[in-house]
């Protein structure tokens, strides 16, 4: 077995050292998490006119399948989980359906009380 000298170790590893603290102080300069211009734009406020834009606006998106078997019909609406604005907004398609619906259920953090309150909460939610 051969093993290296302690003087042949120091000269692989003195310049992968020097590499490494070179990168992790350009890490320390470059924009991060407190570097105000690198945040993204803060949410729209949901103001009624907000909400009324955002209806009128609506266009379908996601995936809507409808599923049938002995005279009873159940819709499964598959969306993506993105934060922009418009996708809070059910085309009119998915508005046709829920319309049309005897029970909606959604999928909620039940551990979360701070995003089921708005949920839970009387005439929270815009009319459909």
């Known amino acids: 077995m051969i093993v290296p000298s302690l003087a042949a170790v120091?000269?692989?590893?003195?310049?992968?050292?020097?590499?490494?603290?070179a990168a992790l102080a350009g890490c320390a300069t470059?924009?991060?998490?407190?570097?105000?211009?690198?945040c993204p734009p803060e949410p729209p406020v949901a103001t009624q006119?907000?909400?009324e834009q955002g209806l009128r606006d609506a266009r379908d998106r996601g995936y809507l399948w409808r599923i049938e078997r002995g005279?009873?019909?159940?819709?499964l609406y598959g969306t993506l989980h993105v934060a922009a604005p418009a996708w809070?907004?059910?085309g009119?398609?998915?508005l046709r359906a829920l319309k049309a619906s005897d029970v909606l259920a959604v999928e909620l953090d039940m551990l979360d009380a701070k995003s089921l309150r708005p949920a839970l909460e009387?005439?929270?939610a815009p009319e459909l």
């Open 92 to 94: 009119p398609t998915v």
């Open 88 to 90: 809070a907004f059910p």
């Open 122 to 124: 009387d005439g929270a």
């Open 49 to 51: 006119a907000f909400l």
């Open 30 to 38: 470059a924009p991060g998490k407190n570097d105000a211009n690198a």
């Open 71 to 75: 005279g009873h019909a159940s819709w």
């Open 10 to 21: 120091r000269r692989l590893l003195t310049p992968a050292l020097a590499l490494l603290l």
